[in-house]
């Protein structure tokens, strides 16, 4: 391996967008979770998927590692240089390519932002729907298969991820899909890449499906006095197929960090925080039946937003859970976990996970886009004890463990990136084997985030 000679070549192609600052090092060696900092050797800007053909060209020549970055707001250490080399920041990549509204598509780059699409779009009467919370590109969502509070209905990146142009790690541009609804031509390429964490090739540029915007939205939020009947109402309203928008739940120690966040004034209590969205008679019908619903099983105190200011504030205070809730536990050491089991399945998965944080002494708020039987716990260990990361990071395992057991996946959206390497044997068998043989066909050098995802790697 011989950075330093990549470093060199680099310089000549891209000047003073390859920076080796210590600072811009560190911003792109840091997680927002509990992982140890791991800087790159220097940070690449490339503007053009030809020069990121370059970049992996004399990254190739020289053995130099590359990861592709984002916005940074991976979850599990995706985007951490643990062996060094140079990280490809796509922020000067950032660009909405066109939009065809009678075919309901979008081209764009990856450094482009899902709100910022979302602002570009307004006036067509189309968005994008896949939202996890974070402000995130759109090339790193489709890096890690992002879902978030909209997939129960508009389904996951895998979902909304038409065609890709990537970059391989000898410097081959290919282009996989197209913006046809369908196809039955080959390989499924573009769903090998969406979701293979930046280990199999750089995406350059996505063709993305769009949504039409829903002619009436009414979000409301409502509190339960325990936690049992909270997850019987989801699981009852996704059982009687009310086209929920969206379905989230909460517990009292995050209704609590909200409160304390926002000034608000929730029971602290846990919480469902629901959308409906279709033509004004549709979300008034499911939102009389989901009340319904929630009556029966003891739920009280609906707020309803039917206001876009409203709905905007209600969704900002969810989407700021893992802010609100650092807040509220000065002093811990965040470690975000996630795991998504059948939606039968839930009420066991979350009451034993409940239990056993209880039972740890460990903060732990759980909350949860549990439409689709995925919930997210953020263990908070106090900074700088070990032992208490120790006992954090048993916990995780129980949870990933408790998931497959009840034939569910150890993450539904956070992906696996460092964090979860130990868990892919377990949930895939020689399947993990396979897609290690897959890595060293397309990158037999091993360059492309490397220690991450795949065996061997």
């Known amino acids: 391996m011989a950075i330093p000679d990549a470093l060199h070549d680099l310089a000549g192609l891209l000047g003073s967008r390859l920076n080796r600052s210590d600072s811009d090092r560190a911003l792109h060696g840091a997680s927002e979770t ?27 020549g020289h053995g130099c590692p590359v990861v592709g970055w984002g916005a940074g707001s991976s979850l599990e250490g995706h985007a951490l240089a643990l062996r060094g080399g140079v990280t490809v920041d796509f922020a000067r990549m950032n660009r909405l390519l066109n939009v065809a509204p009678e075919d309901m598509t979008a081209r764009v780059q990856p450094g482009l932002t899902r709100e910022a699409l979302n602002t570009e779009l307004r006036a067509t009467g189309l968005f994008f729907p896949v939202d996890p919370g974070a402000d995130a590109s759109l090339g790193g969502m ?6 978030g509070t909209t997939a129960v209905r508009y389904g996951t990146m895998r979902d909304n991820v038409l065609a890709l142009e990537v970059v391989l790690s000898d410097g081959r541009v290919i282009r996989t899909g197209s913006a046809a609804p369908k196809s039955s031509a080959g390989y499924d390429l573009t769903a090998l890449f969406v979701g293979s964490e930046g280990t199999l090739g750089l995406i350059t540029e996505l063709t993305l499906r769009l949504h039409g915007q829903p002619e009436a939205v009414s979000a409301a939020v409502c509190a339960f006095a325990t936690l049992g009947p909270a997850v019987e109402a989801v699981i009852a309203t996704i059982q009687s197929g009310i086209p929920m928008a969206r379905i989230e739940f909460v517990d009292a120690a995050s209704a609590a960090a909200f409160n304390a966040a926002s000034g608000g004034d929730l029971p602290e209590s846990p919480h469902l925080m629901v959308e409906f969205h279709g033509s004004p008679s549709a979300v008034a019908e499911q939102a009389e039946r989901f009340g319904e619903i929630v009556a029966e099983l003891g739920g009280a105190g609906f707020r309803w937003a039917t206001r876009a200011q409203d709905r905007t504030a209600l969704w900002k205070m969810r989407h700021n859970a893992f802010y609100a809730i650092l807040a509220a536990h000065p002093g811990g050491s965040p470690l975000v976990t996630d795991v998504c089991v059948p939606i039968s399945r839930l009420a066991e998965a979350v009451e034993q996970t409940v239990a056993d944080i209880s039972a740890s002494g460990i903060p732990g708020p759980i909350v949860g886009h549990v439409g689709d039987g995925n919930f997210h716990a953020l263990l908070l260990p106090r900074k700088g004890d070990p032992a208490q990361l120790a006992a954090a990071q048993a916990l995780s395992a129980r949870m990933a463990e408790r998931a497959l057991r009840l034939g569910g996946t150890v993450t539904g959206e956070h992906g696996i990136g460092m964090g979860k390497l130990g868990y892919m044997a377990a949930e895939h068998g020689e399947g993990w084997a396979v897609m290690g043989s897959l890595k060293r066909a397309l990158d037999p050098a091993g360059i492309l985030n490397p220690g991450k995802l795949v065996p061997g790697n």
């Open 34 to 60: 509990h992982f140890a900092p791991a800087p790159p050797d220097a940070v690449a800007y490339p503007e053009t998927t030809a020069e990121v053909a370059q970049i992996l060209r004399i990254c190739a």
């Open 142 to 147: 489709a890096a890690t298969r992002a879902s």
